[in-house]
């Protein structure tokens, strides 16, 4: 059973920057994407990045182009989301989230859900 459990949410300024983990358990995720979604009170879950977990191809939200970088720990079996210049917009509920197959941005084709970490940005 796909366990993902999310980490490195907190507090920072704007301009600052965090880091985000998923630790993936409970199956081989060779086939897999993994993604980074966040959700606002209101809103629907929204893209955020994505990996492929064999050849990291990537794909970003273009709100977050040229400062959130996605990566992988094969070893570790973690995606990190790397998150810099970091806005106020950016403040969420940020999920981790795993599918059998190629990048999607729409949440419904992953099957497998973290329990987010919240992530506030004060300006």
């Known amino acids: 059973q796909v366990q993902l459990v999310e980490s490195g949410g907190g507090l920072v300024q704007a301009a600052g920057s965090l880091r985000l983990s998923c630790a993936a358990s409970g199956q081989t995720f060779t086939s897999y994407t993994m993604g980074w979604f966040r959700q606002t009170p209101g809103k629907d879950r929204e893209f955020v990045a994505a990996?492929?977990?064999?050849?990291?191809?990537?794909r970003y939200a273009e709100s977050v182009k040229g400062r959130f970088t996605i990566s992988r720990d094969a070893a570790k079996n973690t995606v990190y989301l790397q998150m810099n210049s970091l806005k106020p917009e950016d403040t969420a509920v940020y999920y981790c989230a795993a599918r059998a197959g190629y990048i999607r941005t729409d949440t419904a084709p992953y099957d497998h859900w973290g329990q987010g970490t919240r992530v506030t940005v004060s300006s």
């Open positions: 990996i492929t977990w064999t050849f990291e191809n990537t």
